[in-house]
């Protein structure tokens, strides 16, 4: 799972990386997510997402969840 994270605040979730997303104004495909390393990926706002038992947790990035976000009971950012 993957979550965009815009000033701050988690904006989108993805079960997988989009066939296609825009981010600032600058269009990926799947193919160049894919290729990113995940320190490129979270230097665009793409964060990789567990699932967990428990309370939400993003806490640790000082992150929000948006509201208009659909988001699991619980989620965790992990810093791979």
């Known amino acids: 799972m993957w979550a ?3 000033s701050g605040t988690v904006t989108q979730t ?6 296609k997303l825009t981010v600032s104004n600058r269009n990926y495909d799947k193919a160049e997510l894919t ?3 995940d320190s ?3 230097a665009i706002g793409i964060y990789p997402v567990a699932t967990a038992v ?3 947790r993003i806490s640790r990035l000082g ?3 948006a509201s208009s976000c659909p988001l699991p009971a619980s989620i ?4 791979w």
């Open 35 to 37: 290729a990113m390393s």
């Open 14 to 19: 993805f079960n997988e990386l989009p066939s």
């Open 63 to 65: 992150l929000v969840a």
């Open 76 to 79: 965790e950012v992990n810093n």
């Open 4 to 6: 965009l994270v815009e």
């Open 54 to 56: 428990g309370a939400f």
């Open 40 to 42: 490129e990926r979270k």
